[in-house]
C-alpha cells in the first residue's frame, strides 16, 4: 500500500522538471477553461488535445493530459454555478444549490466551496488510486450488468427526491428522459426505435441535450424577467470570505465524507461516470441531513456534496484503465488512446515496464489536484466579471455558446437543432411543473440501464434463469436493499411534507392528458418491434401512461378537497419578448449554415437588442461595453477553438 | 498628370487581381490548396480515431500531400450516422474524406437498406491501413483450453455457451456466425456496446466467450486465454495463436476489421488516382509504420484497385450470410 505512494513522491521531481511543470499548469489553467464551457466536457477536452501529445515526449503528454482531464471535471461546475448550465454531466447536482447561491449574491463563496471540495474529493481519490489499485481492480470487475443494472435504478430512484417540486411531475419527467435514451438505433442490438426522421438515426446524444434542457429555459427566464427585477444584486466583496469559505468547507466533515466514498465508489463502476457520482452523492448528503428541506435553496452543503463526489471520482476511474487496460469511462478510453500513440500499453505489464512513467503520471495528477485548487480559487475571484454580465448580453451568449458547445461535441448540426428543441419543449414545461434534471438523469442512466438488462437478460435467458441471475450476488441484494430504502424514504418524506409540498393545479389536469395521449401515441408507433428491442421502451412508456393517469386521479381528488385553486402571484407574462426571442433563436441557428457560426454570432449580439423589444433607450445604453464583450467573446472562441484547437464550426459565406 | 493619378489606382488593383487570380488558378491546379477533412465515424479515442490519427499524421508533408488532413468525428449507430452524412451531405471535391470499416458498413448496407443511404458504390476507395481479426478468447480460468474444448461442450448444451462481441452485424458477429456454421453448433450471441465492455464481459467471467479485436484482447492477454483468430495466418504478435483454420474449422477473413480512407463517389478521378498514389506511401512510411505498431495495431496497406474487388467479395458473401435479416 505505502510503496505506492513512496514510488509516486520518487518520481515526483519528474513533474517538476521546468518543461513539465509548465506543461502541467497550461493543461490546469487550460482545463478550467475549457471545463467551463456548456459542451466541452471533460471528455472532449481531453480528445481535443491529444493531438498536441503526439510530438511531446511521454511523460509531458500524459502529465497534459492528466492534468486537463482534473481540471475540467472541476471546471465544469463554474458555468453550473454562475449560469445555470452545467458544463458536463458531472456538473448536474451542482447546479441546484450553486446557482440559487450566485443568485442572491454568494457567486464567489459558492466557487469557492466549490473548489476547496473538489480538490478534498479529488486528493481523497487519488489516494485510493495510488494505494489500492490492485484490490479495486478485482472490486471494479464484480460490477457485470445485473449490477450495473441495479445501480442505474437507484440512481433513477433518486429522482424523486432530488428536486424539491411536484415527486409524481418528477418522475413522468424522469420517464421521459429514459424514453429518449431509447430513441434511434440501439448500442447493441443495432436496432431502430421511434426513428420518425432520418436526423433521429443516432439517437439523442446526451450532452447536447443537456444543455438544450438547461441553457434554453435559462435564457427564456432572463428574457421573462428582464426590466421586471430592475434590482440587480449589487453586492461588496466580503473580506475575507476566502479564508471563511475554506474553513466553513472544512468543517463539512460528514459531507466530504459522503460525497468522496459514493464519488470513489461509482467511479469504479465501468461505464456509469460522474453524472451518477454527483447526484447519488448530492441525495446521500440531503437524506442525511438535519434540514433536508434547506436543500435546493442555495446552501453550500449542496454543491460541496456534489462536487467532492464528482472529483473523487477523477482517480478510481482510471484504476481499470491502468491495471486491466479496460477504459472504465468515455474519458479514460480517450487517455487510452493517448497512452498507446506513446507506446504504452496500459495492464498488468504497465507498472513493471514503465514504471517511472506511470508514477510520473500519477504525481502529476496529483499535482493538478492542486494546481485545479489554486487556480479555481483564482479565478473564482473573477466570477462578479460574470455576474455582473448584464441580463441581456448574457442571454446572447448562452444561446451563442450553447449552439458551439453542442455543435462541437460530434460536428453535428442535428444535435443543436433536437437540443434547441426538447429546450423549447422543457421551457413550455416549466410552465407546468416540470423541471430539466430528471429528464438528464433519466437520459443519463436509461441506455446503461437498459444496455445492462438487455445483456444480463441474454444471459439469464442462455444459462442461470432469471431470478438467480438478477436477485443474486452480493452487489445486487445491497443495491436492491438501498434502492428498496431510498423508495420508501421518499414516500415517507413525501407524505410528512405532503401538506406543504405538492400542490396540484387546474392545469394539471389538461397536462395530464395531454401526456397520456401522448404516451398513448409513442406506445403505438412501438409495436411492430420483436421483444427484446422493444421490451424496455414499452415498459417506461407503461410506466409513464401510469404515473399520468395517477397525477389526473390525484389533482381531481385534491381539487374537489379544497375548492380554491391557489392562485400563484399573477405577474404579467412578457409574451411578446418571449416570442420574438424563440423566433430570433430559430433564425440564428437558419444563419448558421449560409453565414458561418462566428459572423452569424457577431451579427446576432446586434441585432438581439434591436428585435427584442426591451425597455426603451435599452440599444444604446452601455453601447461601446456590449460591443466590446461581443466581440471579446466571439474572438476568444474562434483564437482558441478555430485557430488552437481546430474545432469546426458550421461555415458559410464568411467564417 | 491627371492621367497618371488615374492610372496609379488601376494598376494596382489589376496587379491585386492578378494575384488573386493567379493564386485562384493555383489552387485549381493543384490539388490540395487546402488541409482535408478526414470524418471519422466514431468517438474519439477508440481504435478507429487514433489509427486514423496515426496514418494521416504525415500528410502535411511535401512529398506526401503538403496539406494537414483534419480529422472530424461524427459518431452514432455503429458508425452510421457519420457514414449517412457522408453519403449525403459531403462536397465531392476531393477536401471530404472518411474512414470507413469494412466490413461494419457493407453489412449494414444489407441488413438496413433503409436507414443506411450508403453501399459500395457510393464510396470511392482509395487505400486500406489496417486490420484488426477478430479472435477467439475465454476467461483465464475457463475450463475450455482450445477451440475443440469450447466445440464439444456447446456440442453437449446447444445455446448455454454464451459469446460476447461489441455489437450485431460488425465484425466479432460475423466472425461468430461463420464460426458457428463451421463447426456445427449453436451459441448465444450477447451483443455489447462496443469492443472493450465485450471484452470486459470475458474478464470478468460474465460470459463464457467471446470476439474480440486483437489488439485489444492482446494488451489483456494474462487475464484471458486466446484460443484462436478468424484470419487467414496467425497474428503476428500471437504467434503461439492458430488460426480457425487451422484448429479445423472453415472460417475465412470476412469477420477482419478492415480500416481505410474512402472519398465519395463523384469526386473527380485525377483526385482520386493522385489520393490512391500518395496514401499507400504515406502509410508505408517508416514512421507511420513504426508508431502503429508501438500501438499494437498490424499495418494492412493494401491499394485501391485490390481494394475494390476485395469489397465486392465482401458485399457477396454478406449478403448470403444476412438474406434473412435483411429489414426494411
Known amino acids: 500500500m505505502l510503496e505506492g505512494i513512496i514510488c509516486v513522491i520518487e518520481n515526483l521531481h519528474h513533474v517538476f522538471m521546468l518543461s513539465n511543470l509548465l506543461v502541467l499548469i497550461l493543461g490546469v489553467v487550460g482545463g478550467i477553461i475549457l471545463g467551463a464551457l456548456p459542451g466541452v466536457s471533460p471528455t472532449l477536452a481531453v480528445a481535443l488535445l491529444v493531438p498536441f501529445t503526439f510530438y511531446m515526449e511521454p511523460a509531458s503528454g500524459l502529465i497534459l493530459l492528466g492534468a486537463v482531464y482534473t481540471a475540467s471535471v472541476a471546471g465544469g461546475a463554474i458555468s453550473a454555478i454562475l449560469i445555470n448550465v452545467p458544463g458536463a454531466p458531472a456538473n448536474i447536482a451542482t447546479l441546484i444549490d450553486g446557482y440559487p447561491m450566485a443568485r442572491s449574491g454568494h457567486a464567489e463563496a459558492a466557487l469557492y466551496t466549490c473548489f476547496t471540495s473538489s480538490f478534498i474529493g479529488g486528493m481523497f481519490g487519488m489516494l485510493i488510486l495510488i494505494t489500492l489499485t490492485l484490490p479495486l481492480a478485482e472490486f471494479a470487475l464484480k460490477f457485470r450488468s445485473t449490477e450495473i443494472f441495479w445501480i442505474c435504478i437507484l440512481g433513477l430512484t433518486v429522482v424523486a427526491s432530488l428536486g424539491t417540486g411536484n415527486m409524481i411531475k418528477a418522475l413522468i419527467s424522469c420517464a421521459f428522459g429514459v424514453w429518449l435514451s431509447t430513441i434511434g438505433s440501439h448500442p447493441t442490438t443495432g436496432e431502430f426505435r421511434f426513428v420518425y426522421h432520418d436526423m433521429l438515426i443516432g439517437g439523442i446524444t446526451i450532452i447536447p441535450a443537456l444543455i438544450g434542457l438547461f441553457a434554453i429555459p435559462q435564457v427564456f427566464s432572463l428574457v421573462e424577467s428582464y426590466g421586471l427585477r430592475r434590482t440587480v444584486i449589487q453586492f461588496q466583496r466580503e473580506r475575507g470570505i476566502l479564508g471563511k469559505t475554506i474553513l466553513h468547507v472544512l468543517r463539512m466533515f460528514r459531507v466530504q465524507t459522503v460525497g468522496s466514498i459514493v464519488g470513489t465508489i461509482i467511479g469504479l463502476i465501468p461505464g456509469v461516470g460522474g453524472a451518477v457520482a454527483g447526484i447519488v452523492a448530492y441525495d446521500q448528503v440531503k437524506k442525511f441531513s438535519k434540514h433536508p428541506e434547506r436543500f435546493g435553496t442555495g446552501i453550500p452543503e449542496g454543491v460541496a456534496a456534489a462536487e467532492s463526489a464528482n472529483n473523487a471520482m477523477v482517480g478510481p476511474s482510471l484504476v481499470p484503465l491502468l491495471t486491466l487496460g479496460i477504459p472504465g469511462s468515455p474519458t479514460a478510453a480517450v487517455l487510452l488512446g493517448g497512452l498507446l500513440i506513446h507506446g504504452i500499453f496500459p495492464g498488468p505489464d504497465l507498472f513493471r515496464l514503465h514504471p517511472q512513467i506511470v508514477h510520473t503520471f500519477i504525481g502529476g495528477l496529483v499535482l493538478a489536484q492542486a494546481g485545479m485548487f489554486i487556480f479555481g480559487l483564482a479565478i473564482s475571484r473573477y466570477s462578479n466579471w460574470v455576474v455582473r454580465v448584464p441580463d441581456l448580453t448574457m442571454s446572447i451568449s448562452i444561446i451563442v455558446l450553447a449552439t458551439f458547445g453542442t455543435y462541437c461535441v460530434q460536428n453535428s448540426f442535428e444535435d443543436v437543432l433536437m437540443a434547441v428543441g426538447l429546450g423549447f419543449l422543457i421551457y413550455i414545461g416549466s410552465k407546468f411543473g416540470f423541471s430539466p434534471m430528471p429528464i438528464v438523469v433519466g437520459l443519463i442512466l436509461g441506455s446503461i440501464a437498459e444496455n445492462a438488462f438487455l445483456k444480463a437478460f441474454i444471459i439469464a435467458k442462455a444459462g442461470p434463469g432469471f431470478l438467480r441471475h438478477f436477485f443474486t450476488g452480493s452487489i445486487n441484494i445491497v443495491s436492491i436493499l438501498i434502492c428498496a430504502a431510498s423508495i420508501g424514504y421518499g414516500i415517507y418524506s413525501g407524505r410528512k411534507g405532503s401538506k406543504k409540498k405538492i400542490q396540484f393545479t387546474k392545469s394539471d389536469t389538461i397536462v395530464s392528458i395531454v401526456i397520456l395521449g401522448a404516451t398513448l401515441l409513442i406506445y403505438n408507433s412501438l409495436k411492430a418491434q420483436d421483444f427484446l428491442t422493444s421490451i424496455f421502451p414499452a415498459a417506461t412508456l407503461i410506466i409513464m401512461g401510469g404515473l399520468s393517469l395517477l397525477l389526473f386521479i390525484l389533482t381531481l381528488m385534491s381539487l374537489r378537497a379544497k375548492k380554491e385553486a391557489a392562485p400563484g402571484p399573477r405577474t404579467a407574462f412578457p409574451f411578446p419578448k418571449v416570442l420574438a426571442t424563440g423566433l430570433l433563436i430559430v433564425v440564428y441557428l437558419y444563419a448558421l449554415n449560409i453565414l458561418g457560426f462566428y459572423f452569424t454570432s457577431l451579427i446576432f449580439y446586434a441585432i438581439f437588442p434591436i428585435v427584442v423589444p426591451l425597455e426603451k433607450g435599452m440599444v444604446f445604453r452601455q453601447l461601446p461595453y456590449k460591443i466590446l464583450t461581443a466581440v471579446v467573446f466571439v474572438a476568444t472562441l474562434y483564437v482558441l477553438f478555430k485557430i488552437v484547437l481546430k474545432v469546426q464550426t458550421p461555415t458559410g459565406l464568411f467564417f | ?328
Open chain 2, 1 to 328: 498628370m491627371k492621367k497618371r493619378m488615374s492610372m496609379k489606382p488601376m494598376v494596382l488593383s489589376l496587379a491585386v487581381l492578378c494575384t488573386i487570380l493567379g493564386f485562384a488558378g493555383v489552387g485549381a491546379a493543384k490539388y490540395p490548396g487546402k488541409p482535408i477533412k478526414l470524418m471519422v465515424p466514431y468517438p474519439p479515442g477508440g481504435a478507429s480515431d487514433f489509427q486514423a490519427r496515426i496514418v494521416t499524421m504525415l500528410a502535411q508533408e511535401e512529398k506526401y500531400l503538403g496539406q494537414p488532413i483534419v480529422i472530424i468525428n461524427k459518431p452514432g449507430a455503429g458508425g452510421m450516422v457519420g457514414w449517412n452524412w457522408f453519403v449525403e451531405s459531403a462536397p465531392k471535391d476531393g477536401y471530404d474524406l472518411n474512414a470507413y470499416n469494412v466490413p461494419h458498413f457493407i453489412a449494414q448496407s444489407i441488413v438496413y437498406p433503409k436507414k443506411a443511404k450508403y453501399k459500395i458504390g457510393t464510396k470511392e476507395p482509395i487505400a486500406n491501413w489496417g486490420a484488426d481479426p477478430a479472435v477467439l478468447i475465454v476467461p483465464r480460468d475457463s475450463p475450455f483450453n482450445s477451440v475443440k474444448d469450447l466445440v464439444e461442450y456447446a456440442k453437449k448444451n446447444p445455446g448455454k455457451v454464451t459469446v460476447s462481441g461489441g455489437g450485431n452485424f460488425i465484425g466479432h458477429h460475423i466472425a461468430l456466425i461463420q464460426f458457428n456454421r463451421a463447426a456445427g453448433i449453436q451459441t448465444t450471441h450477447v451483443p455489447y456496446a462496443g469492443g472493450v465492455p465485450a471484452l470486459v464481459a470475458v474478464v470478468s467471467g460474465e460470459v463464457m466467450a467471446g470476439f474480440n479485436n486483437s489488439s485489444d484482447a492482446f494488451r489483456s492477454k494474462e487475464r484471458l486465454k486466446i484460443l484462436a483468430v478468424a484470419d487467414l495466418g496467425r497474428c503476428p504478435f500471437l504467434p503461439d495463436v492458430p488460426t480457425l483454420k487451422e484448429a479445423g474449422y472453415d472460417v475465412d477473413d470476412t469477420s477482419n476489421n478492415f480500416r481505410g480512407i474512402a472519398a465519395p463517389a463523384g469526386t473527380p478521378a485525377e483526385v482520386i488516382a493522385k489520393l490512391a498514389d500518395v496514401f499507400p506511401k504515406m502509410f508505408n512510411d517508416k514512421i507511420v509504420a513504426d508508431k502503429m505498431k508501438e500501438t499494437g495495431c498490424v499495418l494492412d496497406v493494401i491499394p485501391r484497385a485490390k481494394l475494390k474487388e476485395k469489397w465486392v467479395k465482401t458485399e457477396a458473401l454478406l449478403k448470403d450470410m444476412f438474406k434473412d435479416l435483411i429489414q426494411e
